[in-house]
């Protein structure tokens, strides 16, 4: 007896490894499959303006960053003690407008230097929904909670949306002829928006992303990977949210990411992968007592595993 219905997937070619550079950018989802890449220590940029929900964000941090453009004064604002950029999430709002400033550049510079070097691009689109600032007439990133009646709401359609990617994809490729496209759509459901407007705008993202798939340019570039359908006709149960029923849990997170190893990360990646979770659960260990000579022995061993590591990876990093 089947009790689940279950996606077909086949591992991918140009797949991921310790020598692979990641771009990853866009929704709360992108920061879920990012954290997992950033705990196995693959190399990888992620979200440097924060969090970004929908593709005209995304497009225009590339656009921006490939461009050699620069954040002054004029692009920033002041509201509820603290600077803010329509074009970043509020975690970069900062009471310092100086320390907002040098931030957003150098996330733009962070952006460019990962963008030219980058062997894979992920992009994980969270709504089609956007707001649009009526005296700029332009579509913001983040509202950062200016009055609601400053902006016009809008769902963007199918080919808006697929010229937006398109654009950011030949904005990469101008600087990186080499660089592989990963999409897929959130399974965060943005129900703010309304049960029926959500669907509408997973949809349109999901047709967008597909019609560009199917163009041969773009096919040998670009792929799906299925974490939204995941959720939807796999795990299909709200016992795999947070208690918000908005948010996948972590049961779900941990799922989809073990779908996303078994197609997207090399094998040869595998052991490496073993030896840093080694490391990663020592250094979360807490001990009893932390004068003990069975836990400076333990401490000891540790230490020689990731000076093992780094010698092999000297890009690896960690936290003590």
């Known amino acids: 007896m089947k009790l689940q219905t279950q996606i077909p ?3 991918a070619q140009n797949q991921i490894g310790y020598e692979s550079q990641l771009l990853i950018l866009g929704s709360c989802f992108a920061e879920n499959i990012g954290d997992k890449l950033d705990y196995f220590k693959f190399q990888s940029l992620q979200n440097p303006f924060g969090i970004l929900f929908h593709p005209l964000a995304i497009e225009k941090l590339i656009s921006k960053a490939v461009k050699s453009e620069i954040y002054s004064e004029k692009d920033i604002f002041f509201l509820n003690e603290r600077w803010h950029c329509f074009d ?3 975690d970069l709002s900062n009471s310092s407008k100086k320390e907002l400033l040098e931030e957003l550049n150098s996330g733009l510079e962070k952006t460019y230097q990962q963008i030219t070097k980058a062997t894979h691009v992920l992009i994980t689109l969270g709504t089609a929904w956007v707001y649009q600032n009526i005296e700029t007439d332009t579509v913001v990133t983040n509202c950062h909670k200016v009055p609601q009646k400053e902006f016009s709401k809008e769902l963007l359609s199918t080919e808006e949306i697929q010229n937006s990617l398109e654009n950011a994809i030949q904005c990469v490729q101008s600087v990186n002829q080499n660089a592989k496209f990963i999409f897929t759509v959130s399974p965060v459901r943005h129900l ?5 407007e959500n669907q509408r705008s997973k949809a349109h993202l999901i047709s967008a992303i597909h019609q560009i798939m199917e ?3 773009f096919l040998p570039r670009t792929s799906y990977f299925e974490s939204y359908e995941l959720v939807m006709d796999e795990l299909r149960d709200y016992r795999f949210y947070e208690a918000d029923m908005i948010h996948p849990n972590q049961i779900a997170i941990d799922y989809i990411w073990e779908k996303f190893k078994e197609v997207w990360i090399s094998l040869t990646a595998y052991t490496t992968m ?9 250094l979360q260990h807490r001990p009893y007592n932390p004068d003990s000579g069975q836990h400076q ?13 780094q010698e092999e990876y000297p890009f690896m990093k960690f936290e003590h």
């Open 192 to 196: 703010k928006d309304g049960f029926v």
């Open 9 to 11: 997937f086949t591992r």
């Open 274 to 282: 073993e030896k840093v979770d080694t490391v990663q659960k020592g």
């Open 215 to 217: 163009t041969s340019y």
């Open 297 to 309: 022995s333990f401490m000891k061993s540790l230490e020689r595993k990731i000076t093992y590591l």
């Open 88 to 90: 970043s999430h509020s």
